[in-house]
């Protein structure tokens, strides 16, 4: 099925210039066109549309892979009388019986946490294999790191960072028509609902209202 998801602004991520009323024409798991919503729908009169609020932007990597996935406990909801609600780490990680199926659930609910940040990657080495099958079950992929990250582990990629070192790749370009077929990328990407890139960068991935992988609409604000 086609769908075109469009918003108020679409943003390549890269040097090209932001696309007010922009769009992308998503056919199961990758991108078959960007361009203006007008444009799109009209070559595309049957496709289903979803109208999104704010930026529709490349998905973004998380640099704290291993610290929020691997070195901290994420409370099951029936857990929250008990444990609290927030990750667990240091003394408090140590104290719980961890067993690899724990990790596996534990990761499963950071993935989420993650997702509804407009996570479509993260960065770090993982080793526990329990936490591996839940990224990739989940379809996020993992990227090399070079150097621990600064600052505390955070689930918001923008975070100290820019929009453009938080991305993961950039939207592919389109048609020489403007609404021709991309090169077969992944339909890969994020919404926030905000006006405008400044914005983002100060409210941070919090204002995430959907994350698309694959083609897959894995996380939306309700």
């Not at 505390?152 to 790749?169: H, N, V, Y």
Request: proline share 9%; with cysteine.
């Amino acid at each position: 099925m086609l769908t075109i998801h469009a918003a108020d602004l679409l943003i390549p991520g890269d040097r090209r210039q932001p696309v007010p009323g922009g769009a992308v024409l998503v056919d199961g798991r990758e991108i078959a066109a960007v361009g203006r919503y007008e444009e799109l729908a009209a070559a595309r009169p049957t496709a289903r549309v979803r109208r999104w609020p704010g930026l529709l932007t490349p998905g973004l990597v998380n640099v704290h892979g291993p610290e929020l996935l691997e070195r901290a406990y994420h409370p099951d909801p029936r857990e929250a009388g008990e444990l609290g609600t927030e990750p667990l780490t240091g003394a408090a990680l140590a104290a719980l019986p961890m067993t690899d199926a724990r990790w596996g659930a534990s990761a499963r609910r950071g993935v989420q946490r993650m997702l509804a940040h407009g996570t479509v990657a993260v960065a770090g080495s993982l080793w526990r294999p329990a936490v591996v099958d839940a990224v990739y079950r989940a379809g996020l992929t993992a990227e090399e790191r070079f150097a621990d990250p600064p600052g505390p582990p955070t689930f918001d990629p923008l975070a100290g960072r820019s929009l453009a070192e938080a991305i993961l790749l950039p939207l592919p370009p389109a048609g020489a028509d403007g609404v021709g077929r991309t090169d077969g990328a992944d339909a890969t990407f994020a919404v926030f609902d905000v006006p405008d890139e400044a914005t983002l960068v100060k409210r941070g991935a919090v204002s995430c209202v959907a994350t698309v992988l694959k083609g897959r609409l894995v996380h939306r604000r309700r």
